[in-house]
């Protein structure tokens, strides 16, 4: 399922998975949420109901681009540098290579998520 997320004046495009956690948080979109900065290495937003995590893996690596979301906290991760093995990430997207360094301001920020057609 493809994704635009708007930032501002920027647009960053991906893809959210066809897994349980990646599914549930489709069915909430449009959303508006407001990016904060978390260790410098990833964007993170909170969704207004936990995900659902049946069938997910016991934690995840992520990769620059990735799309996650950590269970213990309840929120989504947008990651724009690479991180090590974390329990309780769930992989749910990516977003497109070009998309990665419109990620990285400083700040918090308004986005606004949606499902392309």
Known sequence: MKIKIEIEDNVLTGILYSNSTAMHLAKQLPVTVTLEDYAKTEKVFYTSEKL???NAPIGYKPNKG????Y????????FYKNFGFANGLVSIGRIDEESIPLLQFSGNKKAVITIQH
């Open 66 to 69: 990735d799309i996650t979301y």
């Open 52 to 54: 659902s995590v049946t």
């Open 71 to 78: 269970t213990p906290w309840g929120n989504v991760a947008i």
